[in-house]
């Protein structure tokens, strides 16, 4: 049996790597008695994946990671015993029961959307947001901008990448919201989004001075994106 448990990572948490998040993980499934089921050979280990792993210094509301169980609770009694023994800064949201034909996590991710703000101690830009947003990502039919790899470097397109950019600005400091591609073909991280908006401008861009909050992930389901909250079932 296939188990999506949806978690938020906040506070001090932010600044725990993925590996170190994976490790977390199975001890919590350990401590909570979660019936987790393990890989065969000389070192069996938990079965379980993360969706697009989260950058350290980024929050989330909205991240996921699938187990195998052998057995369950159900999923008020699961996410009571995890939570029981998870840490301040990690709390765990939903725990569903995926269908036989839902793809792991990984493999279903095709977007993901964000809030990025400016850090307080820094000083936010003074100019006309919108117009400078209207011109720099509406107008163009193209926007090209340069990705390294760990192998090579790629050209991209944010306008086919980027399925949502939009501004508020609240007491003279801008709030950006984006949704872009993500997942294991096109991802793009919200900070290379940023940093050619910065470029436009003329501007350099400090990635340190922008904290990054993940809302939530989404699968494509029938050529539409679908929040990965609404896939899978509770268990009674």
């Given amino acids: 049996m296939r188990i999506r448990i949806k978690f938020k990572k906040y506070g001090v948490m932010k600044f725990v790597g993925h590996l170190d998040m994976m490790r977390y993980f199975q001890k919590c499934m350990r401590r909570a008695d979660i019936a987790i089921a393990y890989s065969e050979g000389f070192r069996p280990h938990q079965i379980m994946s993360f969706a697009a792993p989260l950058g350290v210094g980024a929050t989330s509301d909205g991240e996921y990671l699938d187990i195998e169980v052998t057995s369950t609770k159900s999923s008020r009694e699961s996410l009571l015993a995890l939570n029981k023994v998870m840490a301040d800064g990690v709390l765990a949201l939903s725990y569903r029961k995926l269908g036989d034909t839902d793809k792991k996590a990984m493999a279903a991710v095709a977007a993901a959307d964000y809030t990025l703000w400016i850090k307080d ?3 936010a830009p003074a100019m006309d947001y919108q117009a400078a947003l209207q ?10 901008v340069t990705k390294q790899t760990k192998k090579s470097v790629k050209t991209l397109d944010l306008k086919k990448l980027v399925y949502d950019f939009q501004v508020e600005v609240k007491e003279g400091r801008p709030i950006f919201y984006l949704k872009v591609s993500a997942g294991s073909v096109d991802n793009l991280k919200p900070e290379l989004v940023m940093a050619a908006f910065y470029e436009f401008l003329g501007m350099d861009f400090n990635p340190l001075s922008i904290q990054v909050h993940r809302n939530d992930l989404y699968g494509e389901q029938n050529g539409e994106l679908k929040p990965f909250d609404e896939m899978g079932e509770e268990i009674g």
Avoid: A, N, S
């Fill in 121 to 123: 101690g820094y000083q």
């Fill in 135 to 144: 011109e720099f990502f509406y107008q163009p039919k193209e926007i090209l």
